[in-house]
């Protein structure tokens, strides 16, 4: 594994384990919530992830016991005192929060979450705007801003699109935690492992998935995200052009006579 390319200090740390990019959450002291600095360097990263080619899947963990607590409210309350009571900038924090949660759906790379601890509110919504998500046996999940008299409306977004309508109701009206074994039941993440193997089981998941061919990746989690909005017949108008696309490609013929010769592909990702 690549040392930081950004040092300690740094509210984001960017590492590398070959085709793997690995970003770390690091306000560990605040439970990795989502302050303005940490979201303009989650923007940041995702911007120049999608433009490099030599990643080909990418892992996002936290630091300390927590994944992510959500928003920072210290820094939101503090805005209070604005002439406008805050209105503005809260507007701008929730624009700029959802349209980074929706560059992690439109990066070309798998996005695997690997959480270690607590994902609660924004922090749940991190870990279901994710690809796919191996928790810690340990981990917990909640969108508990009933509790605070702050529904999880955007969180709900992300939320509802992994789980079940009444399920993603239940979290958001209770703002109960939700235990790791139940969050796998529900789908909101995919594998379960002991405590303290999450990293390491997330990063093996992105190795064999960086191992197919990046562009049969790219074309298929766009597809993915854009039939799931479409009606039954619109998605499969769609899920087939993308499929007659797919079998153009080089990848696609090397592969099916990779399959019937029995050996292995080399891919070109074109």
Not at 63 to 78: I, S, V, W
Not at 102 to 118: F, K, S, Y
Not at 129 to 135: I, M, P, Q, R, T
Request: aromatic fraction near 4%; glycine fraction near 6%; proline fraction near 3%.
């Amino acid at each position: 594994m690549n040392v930081h390319t950004q040092t300690d200090t740094s509210v984001l740390l960017r590492e590398r384990d070959g085709p793997i990019a690995i970003l770390t959450l690091n306000r560990p002291a605040a439970r990795n919530s989502l302050s303005e600095a940490l979201l303009i360097a989650l923007s940041e990263a995702w911007h120049d992830i999608a433009a490099d080619k030599s990643v080909r899947a990418v892992v996002l963990t936290g630091n300390g016991p927590a994944f992510c607590a959500g928003h920072d409210m210290k820094e939101m309350t503090a805005r209070r005192s604005d002439a406008d009571g805050g209105r503005a900038y809260f507007r701008t924090l929730m624009t700029t929060c959802s349209a980074m949660m929706q560059q992690i759906v439109h990066l070309p790379q798998p996005v695997i979450a690997a959480v270690q601890g607590v994902a609660t509110a924004a922090g749940c919504q991190l870990v279901a705007s994710c690809d796919l998500a191996v928790a810690s046996s340990a981990a917990k999940f909640a969108t508990p801003g009933v509790d605070i008299g702050l529904f999880c409306s955007t969180p709900m977004v992300a939320l509802s699109r992994n789980v079940s309508r009444k399920h993603a109701m239940e979290m958001l009206l209770t703002g109960d935690m939700v235990l790791a074994d139940r969050a796998a039941e529900i789908g909101l993440v995919n594998r379960i492992v002991p405590a303290g193997e999450e990293l390491a089981a997330a990063i093996a998941l992105a190795k064999q998935i960086a191992a197919k061919s990046s562009y049969t990746l790219k074309i298929g989690k766009q597809a993915f995200y854009q039939q799931a909005e479409m009606s039954l017949a619109a998605a499969y108008a769609h899920a087939s052009e993308v499929m007659t696309e797919n079998m153009m490609a080089r990848d696609a013929e090397e592969g099916i006579c990779a399959f019937i010769d029995k050996r292995t592909p080399t891919w070109e990702d074109r």
